[in-house]
């Protein structure tokens, strides 16, 4: 943070962002990059820019020499210790020990070194001043044990530290570097960042795909578990969409590329769970906040215990310089601060590689902290490809007369509804022709001109407001709604031509999704729906949501979603991410359906389930759960051992090493908790239990 505040305050720089856990610095405006390595070089970090990165394949391999100091400092501590006890001279152990502290605690020193004169009290500056105030009061072999454990904890808490990094790396290589295209009559492998829009990639069985596109040759299965979840391929052929880091199975394709390197959808993931994982969740910034007070206070108190015993009670000083050093050392909350950004940077991870976007760690939070899910219908509850089951036409129309023109009125409009009357018209093979004056009524229906005639087509509600009683088709009306269908009346201005009814069905997973919400603590399940009363009361039974709401134009999901927030608090929505935008943004959490390929629904909801899989939100309600837990468990560790080693100091129970075991024990422990988070798997016969 205080790097970022350094970094920011450069003249030109508007703002800047660190995000440790992809050891990224993002800058806005306008800087020297040398005045920010400098700055860098005071904070004790190292800034290169991206595109002076070089390929992981061709990075030399580091020599470790912190490992190799922390062992040298290991073996050089035994021999000093064993010296000693075996009643060698002090000039011998001695320097032995000093030597061990130098050796383990060389790199730290350095970082002391730099960060003091800015008055930045780090742990590397206590352990600093802990090892040579011990070295001053004559306590060699606590200094040396001191810088030796701290060099071995800070290695052991990188290498925790890299495993929830890896977790982000993991996803980065999920896509091939290059890809196979066609170039005229050869064929060329390039490196994916020179391959445009427009190319033509060759896929081999058995590969990789290395860029979003569409298939213009071929057929195969494409497992699409990088980017869904997916654990079952799905078959594909010619014009079918594909995403850069899906396996081809067993089928040769040729694909058209769609997008560039830095715009396919996989490319957009790893540039969500990285923003995502940057992002301070509330709990995250209450500990910041917590140690920003803690930390002082410890360390005033560690002055305290220093000089008001020897000087206003007469103790000697060398015991308590000791009990304050020891004090110093463990003020530094280390565990405290790591204890929450670690669970949310591996549930987030977690989350993406099973086709689960989640955007930060306040959604993540949220999550776990719903009573109520508010769900929109159509695509999300049920499957979006709704088709026609009836037609009842009155005043002596034929069935395929009255579906032909209620298609040719549908020709223009783009509406679900509307595509399965064209679809069911073009079955029959109808000619359809486009009618004049198309308009669409938003949430009532639409009208145009066929055969010079005015034609409407919509719901009750429209003939309602023409003034045009539907007596005539009354009876079939309800008998269809109560068969839980949507039903559309057509007619003109003067007269009731018939009805056509449309049936969208159910998602498989739906009703099994909505038990396991309940199982998982979800009090309050809701679907929100235009159709009318009957239709939605029919569906809400087949799906067993708690309760619906009806007839609602697009606008009136919103007011829905803000009286279910008034009234159960923490509300989330799930829907496609397109149409319900704004019911998404104003809920709780806004949960995007089946948005693979869809941009849109990537910017618009808080959490995107990449699959048309419903199933996945059991999953990320127990995840956020599991990380709200681990959250509490470690600040509650932290704390606790933190008083019991302040506590340990005043009777002199608390030696340094102790010391230092105490505050990186605990950060390591309260990391490989966290890490835990990693391992929460999808229940995957929460898909399957109603096939």
């Known amino acids: 943070m205080k ?63 912190e490992r190799r100091r922390a062992v040298a400092s290991g073996l050089t501590l035994a021999i000093a210790y064993g010296v000693e006890k075996l009643g060698g001279p002090a000039m011998v152990f001695i320097p032995l020990y000093i030597a061990a502290m130098v050796l383990g605690g060389w790199g730290n020193f350095q970082k002391a070194a730099r960060s003091l004169p800015r008055g930045s009290f780090n742990m590397s500056v206590l352990m600093s001043l802990a090892a040579i105030g011990a070295l001053a009061i004559g306590q060699y072999e606590e200094g040396a044990s001191v810088a030796f454990l701290y060099a071995i904890s800070e290695m052991l808490e990188a290498w925790t530290m890299e495993s929830a990094r890896r977790s982000i790396r993991e996803l980065m290589d999920i896509a091939p570097k290059a890809a196979r295209i ?9 490196p994916v960042e020179e391959i445009r829009v427009g190319d033509i990639m060759i ?20 497992n699409q578990a990088a980017i869904t979840g997916e654990a079952i391929p799905v078959e594909k052929g010619p014009g079918a969409e594909v995403f850069a880091g899906t396996l081809n199975t067993y089928g040769a394709l040729e694909v058209r590329v769609t997008k560039l390197v830095q ?63 020891a004090l110093m050392v463990v003020s530094c909350p280390c565990a405290l601060v790591v204890s929450t950004p670690v669970a949310i940077v591996s549930a987030i991870a977690n989350a993406a590689k099973n086709g689960v ?3 930060g760690g306040v ?3 949220a999550m776990g902290t719903l009573s109520a899910i ?31 023109v209620a298609a040719d009125i549908e020709a223009r409009s783009e509406h679900p509804l509307a595509t399965a009357i064209v679809r069911a018209a073009q079955a029959k093979g109808l000619a359809i022709h486009p009618a004049e004056d198309f308009v669409a009524i938003t949430g009532s229906g639409a009208r145009g001109t066929v055969e010079g005639q005015t034609v409407y087509i919509g719901n009750p509600r429209l ?26 009346i057509m007619g003109t201005p003067n007269t009731i031509l018939g009805v056509i009814a449309v049936a969208d069905a159910v998602r498989e997973s739906s009703a099994a999704t909505i038990a396991a919400l309940k199982q998982a603590g979800i009090r309050h399940t809701i679907m929100l729906t235009g159709d009318n009363n009957t239709t939605a009361r029919a569906m809400a039974a087949r799906v067993g949501v708690d309760e619906f709401r009806a007839e609602l134009l697009p606008q009136e999901k919103m007011t829905a979603v803000q009286e279910l927030i008034n009234k159960y608090g923490q509300v989330a929505m799930v829907g496609d991410g397109i149409n319900d935008a704004p019911a998404l943004a104003l809920a709780t959490v806004g949960v995007a359906m089946g948005a693979a390929g869809t941009d849109t629904a990537l910017e618009t909801a808080d959490i995107v389930l990449m699959a048309d899989d419903l199933g996945k939100l059991a999953f990320v309600i127990r995840l956020s759960r599991q990380a709200l837990a681990v959250i509490r468990q470690n600040i509650v560790f932290s704390l606790v051992i933190k008083a019991l080693a302040v506590l340990a100091v005043f009777p002199g129970w608390l030696t340094l090493w102790l010391a230092i075991l105490a505050d990186m024990g605990a950060t390591i422990l309260v990391t490989l908790n966290s890490l835990r988070l990693l391992q929460v798997k999808p229940q995957q016969e929460v898909g399957r239990q109603s096939s």
């Open 182 to 190: 066609r170039r005229g009559a050869a064929e060329v492998e390039i």
């Open 263 to 325: 715009d396919t959808t996989i490319a957009k993931i790893i540039h969500m769970v990285e923003e995502a994982q940057g992002q301070r969740a509330p709990s995250q910034a209450f500990v910041e906040k917590f140690a920003a007070v803690y930390t002082p206070i410890v360390m005033a108190l560690a002055v305290g215990v220093v000089f008001i015993p020897p000087l206003f009670f007469g103790y000697e000083w060398t015991p308590w310089i000791y009990r304050g050093l």
């Open 3 to 65: 790097f970022e505040k350094d970094v920011a305050a450069l003249p030109g720089v508007t703002r800047a962002k660190v995000n440790f856990m992809t050891n990224k610095l993002v800058v806005e405006g306008v800087s020297d990059i040398e005045a920010i390595r400098q700055l860098a070089a005071q904070h004790n970090y190292k800034v290169q820019l991206a595109c002076e990165q070089k390929p992981q394949a061709i990075i030399r391999p580091k020599i470790h020499w």
């Open 357 to 359: 976007l989640i955007k």
């Open 463 to 488: 003939f309602a407001e023409l003034g045009l009683s539907i007596a005539p088709v009354a009876e079939a009306v309800r008998r269809l709604q109560g068969e839980g269908k949507t039903v559309m």
């Open 203 to 222: 896929i081999r069985p058995g590969e990789k795909i290395a860029m979003d596109g569409v298939i213009i040759k071929g057929q195969s299965a494409v």
């Open 374 to 404: 508010a769900f929109d219908k159509t695509g999300t509850l049920t499957k979006g490809e709704p088709s026609v089951t009836d037609i009842f036409s009155v005043g002596g129309q034929t069935e395929d007369n009255l579906l032909k």
């Open 363 to 365: 959604y993540l939070e």
